[in-house]
């Protein structure tokens, strides 16, 4: 109790040491999350075959379907989590996690894709848990995009660990519950600083609204008043996730294809120039205190983010572009969206509204769908398109998905435009109503 007291005290009277701690706390946690999910993505599993089906590809899907279906469930579970309970939450799904992998060590080829929607099943509710720490603050961007970089960077850090294992003779099966042991006690201090972590103050509450537990009826609310828009960034949503999933089930295959399958680093290194950059730019964001202006401008770069996606894209196609520029530059213009959607929008248009809500409410609506429509395109894919590779494939996905993306963004900009319009207006007439029976 008193290192809490200490360390609230010193978190509550200097900010830096708030932005520094709570920072290291949710990146290091969500860090730690990755080592249990991600390794497995380095091993090619080639030759090796199930149900007629690529290995490598049933087990992914596997994963991806655990994930889609934990989306569903976290919509009522992590809206309603009180916050008393979040690190009991963390350490039980992160051990049932871990428990999938070292099942799936043991067992055989169909056995495993159970441990590994079971795994992807506990795994895909940790944003949700990770997320309520750092939601609803005056400093709440800066802090996501902090944790955010574990989507471009540890990823590959994941992926990299795992292709010095198997090059140190670790077998592929072995490799992913052996990296996930490894990260137990690691991930055990992250959870108790984000334990340490402060509640909202007063300052927060005003500028961005207070964050409590949805009810049902706050839930079902939110989708009478918001559900047109939620619709629009649900479509948004699964256009990102379907890109960013194939680069990252599938990097190592896009990066052989590239000419670059021998080197391990390449996964970490190629991403450190994105990382740089998007913390860079998404974190200054938190310095716009105007909410409804902070949304519009997030959408904005959101699209901007897609056309430099499809622009260098279509330069690598033609020719104008190497492959390793190309996978950073796409790595910039596909994660500065793919970010905003993972709770930045989502914590503005809470602000913007003064709704009583909390953003894994919809950051669990939009994800769900996303997850579904990621396993659909990993059978499109196996299914339909046998002939083309995986690099092939991802350059037409950023090319045809990055211009339906753009299409869809515009549209939900014009959509909350709207209804900001709208709830300007409602302010306006209740308070011309105030001021009539004041004087009557």
Known sequence: MKIRKYLNHQMSAHPFFLILWASMAAFGAYFCMYMYRKPYAAALFEGQMLFGLDYKIVLIVSQVAGYACSKFLGIRIISSMKPESRAYYYIGLIGIALTGLSLFYFSSPVWSMLWLFINGLALGLIWGVVFQYLEGRSITELLTVILSANFIFTSGVAKSLGQYCLQSGVSEKMMPMMIGWIFVPLTLLFVWMMTMIPSQNQSDMEQRAERLPMTQVERNAIIKDFGGVLILFILGYIILTMIRDVRDN?????????????????????????TILLLLLLGALYKIKDNKRALLLN??????????????????????????????ITGVGLFVPYILYNGILFDRLIGAFRITANVGFFMYIVDAFGYLSSVGILLYKNFGNHSISWLQFYTILCVIAGIV????????????????????????????????????
């Open 250 to 274: 599938f990097g190592v295959e896009i990066w052989k294809g590239l000419g670059y399958g021998d080197n391990a680093s390449v996964y970490t290194t190629s991403e450190i120039p994105a």
């Open 405 to 440: 993306g753009v299409l869809i963004m515009i549209l939900t900009h014009i959509r909350i435009v709207s209804l900001l319009q709208k709830s300007e207006h409602k302010k306006s007439t209740v308070s011309d109503i105030n001021l009539q029976e004041k004087y009557v």
């Open 299 to 328: 959408l904005w770069l959101a699209i901007a983010g897609l056309v430099l996606l499809v622009l260098a894209t279509l330069a690598f196609y033609t020719g104008n572009l190497n492959g390793m520029l190309w996978m950073m």
